[in-house]
């Protein structure tokens, strides 16, 4: 029973840390003004997402996301997808940065 309860302390503890920073990013000021809507998709996505992907994983998955947020009607401004683009930034080393850049030139290239 100790194991059980270990268990799913830990993932409850993991449950908080993702709520946590899903919370911190949409509370961003770069986002005011967004539609809830929209807001509400990011975060669906981004507990979606939340999982260790490798950068193999994260194109289809984001491909994938984007089509089908695309077939449901939900279209973001360029304004929108450069202030979301910033906000995932926030707090990312160089290296990191550099690779969400690689990913957004890939996208570009579709």
């Known amino acids: 029973m100790s194991d059980f309860s270990?268990?799913?302390?830990q993932?409850?503890?993991?449950?908080?840390a993702v709520s946590k920073t899903t919370s911190s990013w949409m509370n961003?000021?770069?986002l005011a003004g967004m539609d809830?809507?929209?807001l509400a998709m990011l975060n669906a996505l981004a507990e979606q997402g939340s999982s260790k992907k490798t950068p193999q994983e994260?194109?289809?998955?984001?491909?994938?996301?984007?089509?089908?947020n695309k077939s449901?009607?939900?279209?973001?401004?360029?304004?929108e997808i450069e202030a979301i683009i910033q906000v995932l930034k926030?707090?990312?080393s160089?290296?990191?940065?550099?690779r969400m850049d690689k990913i957004l030139q890939i996208f570009k290239m579709l």
């Open 72 to 79: 449901k009607g939900v279209h973001f401004s360029p304004q």
């Open 36 to 38: 809830e809507s929209k």
């Open 58 to 68: 994260l194109l289809p998955f984001l491909m994938s996301a984007a089509s089908a």
């Open 11 to 16: 993932k409850q503890k993991k449950e908080e």
């Open 94 to 98: 160089p290296d990191q940065v550099a």
């Open 28 to 30: 961003n000021p770069k």
């Open 6 to 9: 270990s268990q799913l302390n």
């Open 90 to 92: 926030t707090g990312k």
